[in-house]
């Protein structure tokens, strides 16, 4: 990797420094390269290999301006999740100011990234149809679009920012029934670092055989 915002060919180095960014430059994305992240989204696998989504592109100013304030007037309007964003910018520890300070830009600037990319289940055929079975039908194919992303130098930003505007969002993308944004992707070039991302220890989180036994690395 040239710098910390530059594209990787490393499979490694993406997933490993593949990190939310909420910072945009105006720069628009060339289509060539929107197609090649969805594409890649598509090559994730399915229930059955049933594929039950489809992926709305948003690029016109007007139309992510119109997403981003439904945004901002949810955001207004939810007591409780300002105060829980105010009280991590003051947090001690610096990555959750750091994350908090960029939640609340990226509500305040959605539509200052180039394009959205909302992903939707598309009539689900299998018997995981509703709750959290039916995401794994689709999860996956996001997944392959932020790493493609990330390979092609794009930041990506994983949001449920859809969730509170189901309904204007069926209207104003005219989707047919039996389809459901699941989330909504804004994509850009970063005004932001890409950079290895603080997790829990992969110790911590695996358990072998049973719940709570661990074994040593090597």
Sequence with gaps: MADNRSGTD????????????????PDPVPQELIWKVIEAGTRAPSGTNT?????????DAANRQRIAEKLRT????????????????????KTA???MTGVESIVDRLDAAPVFIIPCLHNVGSPARDGLLAGSSIYQ??????????????????STFQAGMAKELTEWLQLPPDTTPVALIPMG??????GPVKRKPV???????????SKERH
């Design 10 to 25: 490393n499979l490694w180095d993406a997933l490993y420094t593949q990190r939310a960014i909420r910072y945009f430059k």
């Design 51 to 59: 594929q039950p989504w489809g992926f709305v592109v948003i690029q």
């Design 74 to 93: 949810q955001f207004a309007s939810n007591p409780g999740m300002k105060a829980y964003v105010q009280q991590g910018k003051e947090s001690a520890d």
């Design 97 to 99: 100011r750091l994350m």
């Design 141 to 158: 194919a996001v997944q392959n679009i932020l790493v493609a992303a990330r390979g092609l130098g794009l930041g990506t930003l994983m």
């Design 189 to 194: 070039y970063p005004a932001a670092n890409f």
């Design 203 to 213: 110790e911590e989180v695996t358990h072998w055989e049973t719940w709570g036994s």
